[in-house]
């Protein structure tokens, strides 16, 4: 193989290699290639992914107050039921000691 045969050759199969490399660059921009209808699509799924974002933050917020709310109420009625159990207790001890003196007293 001569000079001009090499050169020749080399030429050959830079151009080949650049034509494949143009043929595969445009298939993938023919396959990639996002259209306006598709961005139209997008921006109306990016809006309803930001809408439910929103609803999802203001979810969050109001189960956090529900929850603030339901532990104070609980909370009181722990305080309520305690002071209640306290009452009976002494309600209790009253009447056994009221028993107690009325049969002392029928007794004696």
Known sequence: MNRTEFIIATAVILFVAFALGWFASWLVNRFTRVTKAEIGELDRMAQGLHEAEET???AITYMQQR???MTNQLTQTEAE???AMDGLRDARQEAE???AYVERQNAG
């Open 56 to 58: 999802r933050d203001q």
């Open 67 to 69: 929850e603030a709310e």
């Open 81 to 83: 039921l305690r002071a």
């Open 97 to 99: 000691e009221l028993r």
